[in-house]
Structure formats: C-alpha cells, structure tokens
C-alpha cells in the first residue's frame, strides 16, 4: 500500500510539473555534469585555485552541485544582489581590497539582514557578538548593527584587513573569518602548513572556501548555469535618503514613519538594526525613502511634540497577586500591549513593587506584538 502511495504521488509531481512547465523549464537546463567544466586556471581573491589537484576539484565539484541543486535559492541570491553588491562592491574598493570578498556575504547570509546562526551569529556577514563589538558595532537590546548593512560592511572590511596582515592569504583571512583566526593559527602550527587547501580544518571551514568559489562562479555566468534572469527580474537596487532624528525621550518608530511619509514597516525594512518598535532617548541616524528628507525635520518636530503632548501614561506598582493577564484586563488594554509598553519578557514573573507603565484606553495600531528579544531574526536552517 505504502509502495502506491508512493507512485502516486511521484505521478502527481510529473503531472503538475508539465501542467506548470516545470518539465519543459527543466529540458532546457545546462546538465550538472556540463556544469563542472573548469577552466584550466582559477583565481580566488587573486589568489590561484589549484583545481588540477584532485581533491580540491572534488571539494569544488561537490559544493558548486549542492549550490545548484538548490536553484530557489541561487535565483534569490541573484534577483537580491542588485539591491545590496553596488554597495558592498563600492566600500570594497574604497578600501582596494578585492571584489571577491563579495561572495563571502552571500555564502554567509544569503544577503538576509536578519539571519542568524545556531551559534549566535547574525546579519549580512554573520558576525558573533564578540567580534561585532570588537569591530565598533553596536550591539545592544535596542540596537544591532550585525544586521545594517553599511556598519557591518565597514567591520568586515577592518576584520578582513586584520586577518590579511596575520596571514599574508586572503584565502586564509576568509577561513579565518569562518573559524577564527586563533583556531586557524593553531592547526597551521600543529599541521605545519601556511596552505589552506592542504590543512585538515573543521568541515565547514574546508567547504567555505569552495562554497564562495561556486557562488563566484555561478554570479560571473548565469545563464552557463541556466539562470536566464531579465533585468526586471532583479529586485531594485537600494535608495534612500539620511536623517537625523533627535529624540528627547524614548520615541516610537511610527512617529518616524508618519514625518518621513511612510510606514511603520517601511523605516524597519530599512534599518534593519533597530530592534522592537522605539528609538531610544538621543541622536539618531535613520534611513528614510528617497526624497523624505525634504521637509522631514519640521514634520518630526510637529509629530513629536503631538505625541508627547498625547501620550498621558499612568504608572501602577505590581501587587501581590497580580500577573500580567489580570492588570492588562484591570486596566482594558491589550496584553500584547502591556508587555511592550514595558519591554517585559513574557516569559519572566513579574514581582510586587514593579513598576509599570500603562496608557488605558489606548489601543493602537502598531502597538502590538512583543518586544523582540535576544533570539530575534530568522534561522540560517532555510536559507531562502
């Protein structure tokens, strides 16, 4: 029974793919074994691939073969590379390093801004918290600068130079980039080589390398790959415009969203570093639409001063007895509201003499949902 289970739906698939194209699509595709012919010389970073050697071409052939088995994802790697690589490609040759570092942001994120790794790693280069700080970004409940992409650029580049000067390789400062430089330091001197391609490192630094070769291949020639992208099909490049936005008191993004003439998700989507729904008390510098500069200061000043003169709160001191659910009712606001309000873990007890903030009778758009919390940002175990 199971084994007709199984045929049918195998038959469905084939039905559905021909109803849809999908068969003839395929048909015209380049076959994977066309798609390991190499060139007689490879360069990475201009640094020689030594693909004659049969290990390293096997390395190479398997990661290139995983990257287009997946073609979802390689077609979202290239419609979303005219709105990020201008900008990566520009900041890299400011500072004459090699274009190729490129690739190292989309092996690593898959250019996803809020991606994040089991191991704590987030943003566009996959920064941990460690070396994001060392590197001047700012990494805080409020603010996470992994997932800007113009901050963490700027500390890719520093880390990338760093690591050059240690190891005289920029194929070696990326697998530095991946492991860690002491790590890598370490199996030099125990294996008494200076040649990535002939260290035993650990398996995800042995196919990093190779993982960005074969992006860097398949970006060079699209359609060799059977990747037939119009320009329509990319999705536009990035635009916008800077502000400075002074905010006397902690102030909802919402009310930067209403002066810049736009929305709520909007100013998130394009500073993706601001964590939950409120800028912080000080000076800040925020990425609006293009042309909502203009005019921007004068309607921040008049929503601002509208907001604060509206925004009558009530503080309430925790009693024994009392939990979330009960003052959120007591008062007739949302719960959702309550939480975010006061930037509460949902997840911790409150405790009597806590004191909280509450705006009855106040229900607004954009007010719901919780603050997002430490673990905030999608998984790198889909990479879409």
């Known amino acids: ?8 739906l195998c038959f469905i698939v084939l039905v559905c793919s021909d109803v849809y194209g999908e068969t003839q699509a395929r048909a015209d595709l380049p076959t994977l ?3 390991l012919d190499l060139p007689a010389s490879i360069e990475l970073y201009g640094e020689r691939v030594p693909i004659e050697n049969q290990e390293v ?6 990661e290139i073969l995983l990257s287009l088995w997946d073609r979802p994802q390689v077609i979202l790697w290239l419609k979303r590379s005219r709105r990020y690589m201008p900008h990566i490609e520009k900041m890299l040759a400011d500072n004459d390093l090699p274009e190729d570092l490129k690739y190292v942001a989309v092996a690593e994120s898959a250019l996803r801004p809020h991606v994040r790794s089991g191991r ?3 943003g566009f280069w996959q920064f941990i918290a460690g070396t994001g700080r060392k590197y001047g970004l700012v990494i805080n409940r409020r603010i996470d600068e992994r997932r800007n992409l113009f901050a ?3 500390a890719a580049i520093q880390y990338f130079k760093d690591l050059h000067k240690t190891f005289g390789s920029w194929t070696l400062a990326v697998a530095a980039f991946n492991m860690g430089e002491e790590g890598l330091m370490t199996e030099m001197m125990e294996q008494d080589s200076n040649n990535y391609y002939e260290l ?5 630094t042995q196919r990093f390398i190779f993982r960005i070769l074969s992006v860097k291949m398949i970006f060079a020639d699209p359609e060799r790959y059977g990747f037939k992208l119009k320009e329509e099909d990319y999705y536009p490049p990035l635009t916008f415009d800077k502000v400075e936005v002074t905010c ?3 102030m909802p993004i919402r009310i930067i969203a209403k002066a810049a003439r736009t929305h709520f998700k909007v100013i998130k989507d394009l500073n993706p570093e601001i964590r ?3 800028l912080a008390k000080g000076k800040h510098h925020i990425l609006v639409p293009r042309g909502a500069s203009e005019g921007f200061e004068a309607r921040y000043k008049n929503e601002a001063r509208d907001h604060l003169a509206n925004e009558k709160e009530q503080i309430y001191f925790v009693k024994e007895g009392d939990s979330l659910s009960t003052i959120a009712e007591r008062f007739g606001v949302p719960l959702t509201s309550l939480i975010l309000w006061n930037r509460l873990n949902p997840r911790r007890h409150i405790h009597p003499g806590q004191r909280l903030v509450i705006y009855p009778n106040h229900m607004r758009p954009g007010k719901m949902g919780s603050e997002e919390d430490e673990n905030g940002g999608e998984s790198l175990g889909r990479k879409e």
């Open 57 to 62: 071409r096997e390395r190479f052939e398997k």
């Open 33 to 35: 074994l066309s798609s």
């Open 276 to 278: 939950g729904h409120y």
């Open 248 to 250: 006397e008191r902690e």
């Open 1 to 8: 029974m199971k084994r007709i289970c199984i045929c049918l």
């Open 200 to 204: 035993y490192l650990p398996l995800e």
């Open 120 to 122: 704590g790693a987030r």
């Open 152 to 154: 963490s650029t700027r």
